[in-house]
């Protein structure tokens, strides 16, 4: 029994933001459905259990999950990765919200219409079920995406330093400071803008989580790349970037990087959102 719970923990990660969503999708649907009729509370002397309704809820749901997630990811890689203020957050909502009455008015026009005809449309009901509809998402959307949001906020603002131990020795050095970081032999070093090398006693993934991912990038399991370090991009073959670093340090070659063809896309999108 110890292993098939485990198993099942393993396949099914409730912090997945789907599997999580989706549980709750399906919860209030049954709960919501069960008291928006008196025949489909479960006491009720003629009680029956409101399949289709749950079933079109859970679908709308979904979709409205599925829109407002796409939504936030394209206002992440185009908006929220420059700057986040409430200017930004309003038309992040408010289009996203565009979106769902899209999607409510097709459903309403074209699923309703299906199933009950065209006698049943009115504009009581419609104006009435997407104003419901609408403030009920304005609110998921802001329980759904707030945490996101700060971490954000919080990693685009942020002007920290990052403590590096060495030995005996403790080094602060600011991210502003910070070209490059990479392994080499399995030594993790920190490239300043000014040629220095610093030697640490970080793994390249334990430096990863201590700095703003809004400002650098993974390019590479040797490497992690900031914007100022990037002196010229050039395609080569195979659909593969060739990058050349700087500054160069002290006594060595300069640092030249290739990005594969799979991680092109998201490299050139990070790259221009920080020009």
Do not use: C
């Amino acid at each position: 029994m110890k292993t098939i719970i485990n198993s099942f923990k393993n396949h099914i990660n409730f912090s997945n933001f789907w599997i999580r969503n989706g549980l709750i999708i399906i919860i209030l649907s049954v709960l919501v459905n069960h008291l928006f009729e008196p025949e489909s509370f479960p006491f009720h002397k003629d009680y029956k259990f409101p399949l289709f309704p749950i079933t079109v809820s859970i679908i709308a749901g979904s979709l409205i999950v599925l829109i407002a997630r796409f939504n936030f990811n394209h206002f992440k890689d185009k908006h929220f990765s420059k700057k986040i203020n409430s200017q930004i957050l309003l038309r992040f909502l408010f289009s996203t919200l565009g979106y769902i009455t899209i999607l409510y008015l097709f459903l309403y026009y074209g699923l309703n219409g299906l199933i009950n005809g065209i006698d049943s449309y009115n504009l009581y009901h419609l104006l009435t079920g997407l104003t419901i509809s609408l403030l009920i998402s304005a609110i998921g959307i802001t329980l759904l995406f707030s945490t996101d949001i700060y971490k954000l906020h919080k990693l685009s603002t942020i002007k920290g330093t990052l403590k590096v131990q060495q030995g005996g020795k403790i080094t602060l050095v600011k991210y502003s400071e910070i070209a490059f970081i990479y392994s080499e032999n399995k030594i993790v070093s920190i490239v300043k803008i000014d040629g220095t090398r610093i030697i640490t006693d970080f793994t390249l993934s334990e430096v990863e989580t201590k700095i703003s991912e809004q400002s650098f990038y993974r390019a590479n399991r040797q490497i992690i790349l900031h914007a100022r370090s990037i002196e010229e991009i050039k395609s080569i073959e195979n659909g593969k970037l060739s990058v050349q670093l700087k500054p160069t340090i002290s006594n060595q070659k300069t640092f030249q990087i290739n990005i594969s063809r799979y991680k092109k896309h998201a490299f050139m999108n990070w790259f221009e959102n920080k020009l």
